[in-house]
Structures are given as C-alpha cells and as structure tokens.
C-alpha cells in the first residue's frame, strides 16, 4: 500500500464526539491499508495512488479534489490522473503573490487532461482578499500588489479555468464538450502551425472536432457547485473571520448546492489538529448550514492533517454528504497526499 496513507489511520481517536443524528465513519474506516477494503465503503470515491479504474460509464463526470497545493505541485512530482472536472479548495499559494497566481496558473493550464478546472482561494492567498489586503499587505510581501491584477489574471486564465469567490457554477455536459473541444483546438491548432509555419505563415485554422469528443446525453441539469474562501480567524489571514461570525457567509450557500467548496472543514470533519491538543477546529457554523443544505459532497482543505473523507448520513433516507478533506500538502507542506477522485453519475 502507499506509504502516505499511514498517518490517516490515526487521524481521529477511537471518542469521536459528535452530534447524535449524524453518523460518521471514521477516515481509518473508509482509508483502509488496501483498495479492496476500501472501495466497498464508498464505491465512488477513490484515492489516486496506483492504477485507477475506470469511471463506471463513459457519461459518468470524474472529479479531482486537491488542496493546499501552496506552490509545491509540478507536473513531475505530482500526478493528477485524467477527469472531466479538477476542483482546488484554497491555499494555491505560499503566500499570495501575484508571481505565485501566476506559477499556479501556469501549471493548471498544463493539465490539459481536465477540461475545467474550478478554483476557489484559502487563507494564504492573500491578494485576493481585498479588504484584508489593503490593511494587512506589508505583513506579507515588501511592495504592494495590485488585488484587481490578481483576480483578473485568475478569471481571464481560460483554459477552463473557474475562479469561484462566494458564487456558484454549474458543470453540465454542453459545458465539459465546449471546454473540452477548445482544448483540442488549442492542442491542434499549434500542432498545426509548426507544420504548416513556412508555407500558411502560421495562421491557426479553425477545426472541426465535434466529432472527437463524446456528446454526454442526459446531462440536461448539471452539477451545481459553490465555494467560499471563508474560514474561522486563525492568527489573522485572507478571508478570517471570527469564530461564531460565519453564519452570514454560509446562509449564501443555495440549498439546491451539490458540490459545496469551502477552504476550511466544518467541524467534526477532517478538522483535528493533533499538534493542537487533537482539537477539532472546523467551522461550527459551516456543519449547521451542511445540516440544511446537505449537499452530495463538500471538498474542503486547510487543515492538512485531516486529509482523508468521512460520511454523514442525514436521518432522511439515501440522504448522505461525504466530507473530502482533500489536503495535498502534509502539515509539513509537502506535496505528498494524492488527490481523491468521485465519479458523479450523469444529471
Ligand atoms: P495553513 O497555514 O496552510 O492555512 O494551515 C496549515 C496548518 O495550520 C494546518 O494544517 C493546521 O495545523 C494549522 N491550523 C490552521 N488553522 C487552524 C486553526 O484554526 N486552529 C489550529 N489549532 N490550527 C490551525
Ligand atoms: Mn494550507
Ligand atoms: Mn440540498
Ligand atoms: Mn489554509
């Protein structure tokens, strides 16, 4: 088995407290030492370490879930497998500059195996929060940046770059075979001009490749998904806010939401802290509105020693959100838990 999926067997003590109503599996029940006793546990959730397999049917959307990358993933020392959708739930950066946007873009936009790539920023992204930025720039970087510059870079980035900030974004089949089909023009048309470069004097022709990619029938409604950077105060970063304060921001959080996309975990879920007395520092406020909204899954990061998922099951029947604590970096920030992967059934 993978040596990194070792300390997930510890992450939570046998007296796990929580709520009556919700039952959990622990993250050492679900992260069992093998994939066979694993993927019984939860079917459609994957981690991607070793040879995946294959999504279920070819209209299937396979979703990546990574965190906390803080400029430490290149495509040479981290793997991310081929999917339809790549979510990132915050901290893309080590501390927020706008030369580390740009480093993390640039290597979003070489994961050409995902056509849309949906991004939401964490505390250490600290351009990106403009209020915070313009009274806090000079604890963090020697000249000021420009916070507009920042957030432009990220929503002009193409690619099937999305860059979410409290909103919402809905991932259907028209969306993934138009994202999907640029990106093999892009791939075409350059193959292209260094063919042709001497005798059409590197002019991009326009291809037809509708007939490359499959049509993804059925997904009329799509996949509703919303993400926030907000998180409770924590020595003072990008997007705190004070513990206790954060209903404000979540009763944003629409309830017909499927994938929900937060920086930091509700409480009780991938939220210990060992170091910190195994206190369970996820948002109090942030389980509360999950008790209503109860999404399919929230894929959050922040705390990196709580990599791992966990599942409520609501008392409703069939009702469950699984918990994707998807933490690429270690506590020591290094780049060492691979992304967990869900296959999402056409809708
Ligand atoms: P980051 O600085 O990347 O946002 O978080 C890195 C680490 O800081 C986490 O893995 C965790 O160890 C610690 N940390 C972050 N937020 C909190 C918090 O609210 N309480 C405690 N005790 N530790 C935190
Ligand atoms: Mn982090
Ligand atoms: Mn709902
Ligand atoms: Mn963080």
């Known amino acids: 088995h993978h040596p990194t999926l070792q300390p997930l067997l510890d992450i939570y003590p046998p007296s796990l407290s929580s709520p009556n109503h919700i039952r959990h599996h622990r993250t050492s029940e679900l992260f069992a030492q093998t994939m066979e006793e694993f993927e019984p546990l939860l079917p459609n959730v994957h981690v991607a370490f070793g040879r995946l397999v294959d999504k279920p049917g070819p209209n299937w959307l396979r979703m990546v879930c990574i965190s906390d990358t803080h400029n430490k993933t290149d495509a040479n020392n981290y793997h991310i497998p081929e999917a339809d959708v790549l979510v990132h739930a915050g901290d893309f950066t080590k501390m927020g500059t706008t030369a580390q946007i740009d480093q993390f873009i640039d290597w979003l936009k070489s994961l050409t195996q995902i056509p849309i790539?949906?991004?939401?920023?964490?505390?250490?992204?600290?351009?990106?929060?403009?209020?915070?930025?313009?009274?806090?720039?000079?604890?963090?970087?020697?000249?000021?940046?420009?916070?507009?510059?920042?957030?432009?870079k990220l929503k002009a980035a193409g690619h099937g770059i999305i860059y979410l900030n409290n909103e919402g974004y809905i991932v259907n089949g028209a969306q993934l075979l138009h994202e999907k089909n640029q990106e093999q023009k892009n791939r075409s048309s350059s193959g292209i001009m260094t063919q042709h470069m001497d005798t059409t004097?590197?002019?991009?022709?326009?291809?037809?490749?509708?007939?490359?990619?499959?049509?993804?029938?059925?997904?009329?409604?799509?996949?509703?998904?919303?993400?926030?950077?907000?998180?409770?105060?924590?020595?003072?970063w990008a997007f705190n806010e004070v513990r206790g304060k954060l209903k404000d921001i979540w009763k944003h959080i629409p309830e017909?939401?499927?994938?929900?996309?937060?920086?930091?975990?509700?409480?009780?879920?991938?939220?210990?802290?060992?170091?910190?007395?195994?206190?369970?520092?996820g948002c109090e406020e942030l389980l509360e509105r999950l008790k209503v909204v109860r999404p399919l899954y929230h894929v959050f990061g922040h705390i990196h020693e709580g990599y791992g998922v966990s599942k409520i099951e609501w008392d409703e029947e069939d009702r469950s959100t699984v918990c994707i604590n998807a933490s690429t970096c270690t506590v020591n920030y290094k780049p060492l838990n691979p992304p967990i992967i869900v296959d999402l059934p056409p809708k």
């Open 117 to 152: 790539k949906i991004v939401v920023a964490g505390n250490h992204d600290v351009v990106l929060d403009k209020e915070f930025y313009e009274q806090h720039w000079h604890r963090f970087h020697t000249t000021k940046e420009d916070h507009q510059v920042a957030v432009d």
């Open 201 to 236: 004097g590197g002019d991009a022709m326009d291809i037809d490749v509708s007939s490359t990619v499959d049509p993804r029938e059925g997904w009329v409604e799509g996949y509703r998904i919303w993400a926030s950077p907000w998180q409770p105060e924590f020595w003072e």
């Open 256 to 281: 017909d939401t499927d994938i929900l996309m937060t920086h930091g975990p509700p409480k009780y879920h991938g939220d210990i802290v060992p170091h910190d007395k195994n206190l369970h520092v």
